[in-house]
């Protein structure tokens, strides 16, 4: 049960249908992180935001971008360049003070120049804010992983700046 009163839409859909001042510059900073123009893929940023979101243990969001990198075409084994972004965004999540010169020279060795690794640390704190905006407000978690899949596929045909309909 939502900690407020919300239309009967899961996660931060029912958020943004309730709200709809926020949900522009949300649904704005969303489309511009996971689809604006980065040496990351729509689906490697999506698996970011999945990551993150899961180590937060926030479902909505983890199963809903999980669900879009899967159906952008992510592989389920990471590269190692994936892999030391991802070890990026966990201490972000965690502390972005816990960034250490080492591991950005992780993340360079494997191939990540300067723009991957901002988006990457935008990707993680920007979906550590959203992580907490869903769960804070105890928003409705579906508990079958096929309810994702239709929300999961509109967001990987078209983008984020489209607010949800009751």
């Known amino acids: 049960m939502p900690h407020i009163n919300l ?3 899961p996660g931060i859909v029912g958020l943004l249908v309730q709200f709809p001042q926020t949900a522009g510059p949300l649904n704005g ?3 511009a992180l996971l689809r604006g123009p980065s040496p990351l893929t729509p689906a490697e940023r999506e698996t ?3 990551y993150v979101s899961s180590r937060n243990k926030c479902t909505f969001c983890a199963e809903t971008h999980g669900a879009v990198a899967r159906h952008l075409g992510q592989p389920e ?5 994936m892999q030391a972004l991802l070890a990026l965004a ?3 999540r965690v502390d972005g003070r816990s960034v250490t010169p080492a591991d950005i020279d992780q993340a360079r060795a ?7 690794i901002h988006d990457t640390v935008l990707i993680a704190a920007a979906f ?3 992580n907490r905006y869903v769960d804070g407000l105890a928003t409705l978690t579906p508990e079958n992983p096929a309810a994702y899949a239709q929300h999961a596929k509109n967001l ?8 949800p309909q009751p």
């Not at 494997?110 to 991957?116: R, S």
């Not at 990987?156 to 607010?163: E, F, I, S």
């Open 156 to 163: 990987a045909q078209g983008g984020y700046l489209t607010t």
């Open 110 to 116: 494997e191939g990540a120049d300067d723009k991957t």
């Open 48 to 50: 970011i935001a999945a």
């Open 29 to 31: 900073l969303a489309d």
């Open 77 to 81: 084994e990471h590269s190692p360049k």
């Open 7 to 9: 239309p009967n839409l």
């Open 90 to 92: 966990d201490k972000v």
């Open 128 to 130: 550590s804010m959203f």
